[in-house]
T-cell receptor
Framework: DAGITQSPRYKITETGRQVTLMCHQT?????MFWYRQDLGHGLRLIYY???????DKGEVPDGYVVSRSKTENFPLTLESATRSQTSVYFC???????????FGNGTRLTVT | DQQVKQNSPSLSVQEGRISILNCDYT??????FLWYKKYPAEGPTFLIS?????DKNEDGRFTVFLNKSAKHLSLHIVPSQPGDSAVYFC???????????FGTGTRLTIIP
């Protein structure tokens, strides 16, 4: 089925560990995004990508790393997880600037 | 600094009545606005959008109104149905720009 999938759906990790959240889309959309959702803050942009090998920072990029070697994949890595990174993470894609975002179902990450 | 604000965290409305969700923004450069709907354990889904050249856009039971001078937009749902119970996010961007700034969300509950 066409769509955008995130894995894992749930993850518990310890402070200081590296963790990677995966995102895969089948539409061949150029643009991909990572957002985090926190109570009182809504959705905040972490990183985005306009095409393979092109990435840029969003509003809250500190502590995160992204890569995009293939159009369909956009993994998000927490290099050394902290408790403040406990959140729900959403990956999204869009066809072009200004077109609506299509979101995955999210990854709930807990850092203990 | 929250550039897009939804000041009502929650709203309860009787089934069949009108639901009005409000959103304010501070960045006068924003000229494209969207509403997303989110069910629990799912990603947000696009609902309706409006560009700053319009003051109203309708799609079935959903209408978005934009008041540029007040930097305010609202989403009207008529008539409200139980399936409309969800969290609603407004979002804003510069037209043609890929980055969206989201509000904090309003949880709408439709009472049967």
């Amino acid at each position: 089925d066409a769509g955008i999938t995130q894995s894992p759906r749930y993850k518990i990790t310890e402070t200081g560990r590296q963790v990677t959240l995966m995102c895969h889309q089948t539409w061949s959309h150029s643009y991909m995004f990572w957002y985090r959702q926190d109570l009182g803050h809504g959705l905040r942009l972490i990183y985005y990508s306009a095409a393979a090998d092109i990435t840029d920072k969003g509003e809250v990029p500190d502590g995160y790393v992204v890569s995009r070697s293939k159009t369909e994949n956009f993994p998000l890595t927490l290099e050394s997880a902290t408790r403040s990174q406990t959140s729900v993470y959403f990956c999204a894609s869009s066809e072009s600037p200004g077109s609506p975002l299509h979101f995955g179902n999210g990854t709930r990450l807990t850092v203990t | 600094d929250q550039q897009v604000k939804q000041n009502s965290p929650s709203l309860s409305v009787q089934e069949g009545r009108i639901s009005i969700l409000n959103c304010d923004y501070t960045n006068s450069m924003f000229d494209y606005f969207l509403w997303y709907k989110k069910y629990p354990a799912e990603g947000p889904t696009f609902l309706i959008s409006i560009s700053s050249i319009k003051d109203k856009n309708e799609d079935g039971r959903f209408t978005v109104f934009l008041n540029k001078s007040a930097k305010h937009l609202s989403l009207h749902i008529v008539p409200s149905q139980p399936g409309d119970s969800a969290v609603y996010f407004c979002a804003a961007s510069l037209f043609g720009n890929e980055k969206l700034t989201f509000g904090t969300g309003t949880r709408l509950t439709i009472i049967p």
